[in-house]
């Protein structure tokens, strides 16, 4: 479904929808008037008002409610079809999360409610980092790179209590972090190595001019935003490759997940013994038959979509294909549930 409505109000219905011309029911675009042929003037006796102030409202360009609309629909497209879907936001810190330098600052924000409200120019990293929590409640993880003192960082990233700190991203929401003095090109290849994400799945976020053009010519399958300050949020929420068609109790806890992957790395790290490593997981497995009421069926058929590496066949599985494998008496349908020290998956 295409919410046509939402999307031409998100960018002005007064010039995009002709209901303030003609019949409600036509729901068309002011510029339809400008596409006629002449010949249809014969039913107001070839008499018209000048349509110069009509050009003018839509810009000179009469099929803008189209390209709205084609937009919103290929946007959608994009987002079912997970075509270039980034998976990780990797964000700089000083000037980007927060005004100017921490160390030099000395906290992220100095904002009372006397000096201003929650929307005033406070407003803007408020709803950054607002907007970077919604991205990780949809399954994207978040990692920064900075280049700082990690122990001075650690130090004043701290809100005081009358801050909203729901909406305030703190280190904990982050997977890893790179804070250090390295080239942040350098930071971003170990993070992907890290993680084991391809560099096409990463957006990096910087207000630096120099550190965006550095990254986009030694690292080109990232993509770089950091322009425009303004516009990051709506970026954010709305870009196709930043949205998933369903939000799973598994999308919202990825970040547990990775930072468990991670933990077992450096577990491994550590041990000499491949079978001394397995024995210190304490994995569990648990094997569960599935049933239509299965709250694991939007699980199964996301692994499916996600997965290449494990899936011996290629095939892949729609949610209205798994449940009518569910309803038939001679098949067998199964999810297996693997446990260990660190955290849950499903399998």
């Excluded at 596409?35 to 099929?63: C, M, N, W």
């Excluded at 980007?96 to 929650?118: D, K, M, R």
């Excluded at 990232?222 to 709506?234: A, H, I, N, Q």
């Excluded at 930072?259 to 490593?277: D, M, N, T």
Aim: charged share 25%; net charge negative.
């Amino acid at each position: 479904m295409v919410d046509i409505a939402a999307a031409l109000a998100a960018v002005g219905s007064e010039r995009l929808l002709d209901d303030g011309q003609v019949g409600f029911t036509h729901f068309g675009s002011p510029g339809w008037m400008l596409q006629r042929p002449e010949s249809e003037k014969a039913a107001v006796h070839d008499i018209f008002p000048d349509t110069a102030p009509l050009a003018h409202a839509v810009g000179g360009d009469p099929y803008c409610r189209e390209t709205v609309v084609a937009e919103k629909h290929i946007d959608t497209l994009v987002t079912v079809t997970g075509i270039g879907r980034k998976k990780c936001v990797i964000l700089d810190l000083d000037g980007t999360l927060w005004p100017g330098v921490l160390a030099e600052t000395g906290s992220p924000f100095a904002w009372t409610p006397q000096i201003s409200g929650a929307f005033s120019f406070i407003g803007l990293y408020f709803g950054l980092h607002e907007a970077l929590l919604c991205l990780k409640k949809r399954g994207f993880v978040l990692a920064c790179v900075s280049k700082n003192d990690e122990a001075t960082v650690r130090e004043l990233w701290k809100y005081p209590d009358h801050y909203p700190t729901q909406r305030l991203l703190k280190p904990d929401d982050f997977v890893t972090l790179r804070i250090n003095w390295n080239n942040k090109v350098d930071n971003i290849r170990s993070i992907a190595e890290e993680l084991g994400f391809g560099l096409d799945t990463f957006l990096f976020i910087d207000d630096s001019p120099v550190e965006r053009d550095r990254v986009r010519q030694r690292l080109p399958e990232v993509e770089v935003w950091g322009e425009d300050p303004f516009g990051l949020r709506r970026r954010l929420l709305n870009d196709p490759r930043l949205q998933i068609p369903t939000i799973t109790a598994e999308a919202t806890a990825r970040s547990a997940l990775v930072k468990a992957q991670i933990a077992r790395q450096h577990l491994r790290a550590e041990i000499v013994g491949e079978a001394q490593y397995i024995e210190s997981l304490q994995i569990q497995c648990r094997i569960e038959r599935l049933t239509s009421t299965s709250t694991k069926l939007a699980r199964v058929e996301e692994l499916f979509q996600r997965t290449t590496q494990y899936n011996t066949t290629g095939r892949k599985f729609s949610s209205s294909e798994l449940a009518a494998l569910v309803g038939n008496p001679n098949a067998l349908l199964f999810a297996i549930d693997v446990s260990d020290a660190w955290e849950t998956t499903g399998w």
